[in-house]
């Protein structure tokens, strides 16, 4: 039997199989989408990424998350974003351009992806332009999670995450079922080291500084569809919708 990174098909249980069949011939019929999410720590990227990513069939690329595995894994690549990271600066537009490239030559992204947390610098919006021009694509939107810094320290604070699936609780406006467990996997969940108050305060500087400039560059090409971030999250997804209806 074929077997595909290392997992023999044979192995993989017949529902598993059917449903994953079953889930790619829905998405045959879905249009090709290249978006990208733009918000402040905190505003609902990650939490309204999933969603998106079911509904048109696009894989979801997050720095972030890419840069923590790298982080977490010791990689050459992981030992220079730390130090930036755990600042709550910005790593260099270099590595996460050049994790982005990779990244988009997955079989998950044929249908276009979501890119949560990229860019974050004018300089990697022009690259990724190059690197879209050169495919013959180029992004359809961007969603503006727009949200008053104030509503953000309690959102970051309480966060809590499971780190293998990347799912995402608060401990009052989404709890887990348990407190500081997986709803699916009963396995603990973390508390990022960045989702400090403190720490909070120098990414928003370079979100304002490094990441407002991004907005105004595809606002100019007439792409921008501006979220209402503080809403709850149900009425952010309607409006997430709405705009790429
Ligand atoms: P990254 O991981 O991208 O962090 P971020 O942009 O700061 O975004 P967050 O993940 O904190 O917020 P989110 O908008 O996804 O919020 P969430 O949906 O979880 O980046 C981390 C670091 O990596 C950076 O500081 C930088 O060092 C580096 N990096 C990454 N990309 C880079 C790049 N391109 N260039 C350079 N450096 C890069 O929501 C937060 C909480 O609120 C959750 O608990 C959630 O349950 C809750 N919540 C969500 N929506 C709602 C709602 N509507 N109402 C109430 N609660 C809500």
Redesign the pocket.
């Known amino acids: 039997m074929a077997s595909n990174g290392g997992v023999d098909l044979a192995d993989v249980p017949s529902v598993d199989l059917m449903t994953e069949l079953l889930r790619r011939m829905k998405c045959q019929s879905k249009p090709d989408k290249r978006l990208i999410?733009i918000?402040?720590?905190?505003?609902?990227?990650?939490?309204?990424?999933p969603i998106i990513k079911d509904e048109y069939c696009l894989c979801h690329l997050?720095?972030?998350?890419m840069?923590?595995a790298a982080v977490a894994a010791k990689t050459p690549l992981g030992v220079k974003?730390k130090e930036?990271?755990d600042k709550?600066?910005?790593?260099?537009?270099d590595?996460?351009v050049g994790i982005i490239d990779e990244a988009m030559k997955k079989p998950s992204c044929q249908k276009g992806f979501i890119l949560?947390?990229?860019?974050?610098?004018v300089v990697?919006a022009e690259k990724l332009d190059d690197m879209l021009q050169k495919k013959g694509v180029k992004v359809d939107k961007v969603l503006n999670?727009a949200i008053d810094d104030t509503i953000l320290e309690e959102?970051?604070t309480?966060?809590?995450i499971h780190l293998p699936s990347g799912r995402?609780?608060?401990s009052k406006?989404?709890p887990p079922k348990i407190p500081e467990i997986d709803d699916v996997t009963g396995e603990p969940l973390i508390q990022?080291k960045?989702?400090t108050a403190a720490v909070l305060k120098s990414?928003l500087e370079?979100?304002h500084r490094q990441t407002e400039p991004v907005i105004d560059y595809y606002t100019k090409k007439g792409i921008v569809a501006e979220l209402h971030?503080?809403?709850?999250?149900k009425?952010?997804t309607a409006e997430v919708q709405k705009a790429l209806s």
């Open positions: 999410l918000g402040p720590p905190g505003s609902g990227k990650g939490t309204q990424s997050a720095t972030g998350d840069l923590r974003a930036a990271m709550g600066e910005l790593v260099s537009d590595l996460v949560d947390g990229f860019p974050r610098t990697q999670f959102r970051i309480g966060r809590w995402s609780y608060h406006f989404a990022r960045d989702d990414r370079a979100f971030a503080e809403k709850p999250p009425e952010v």
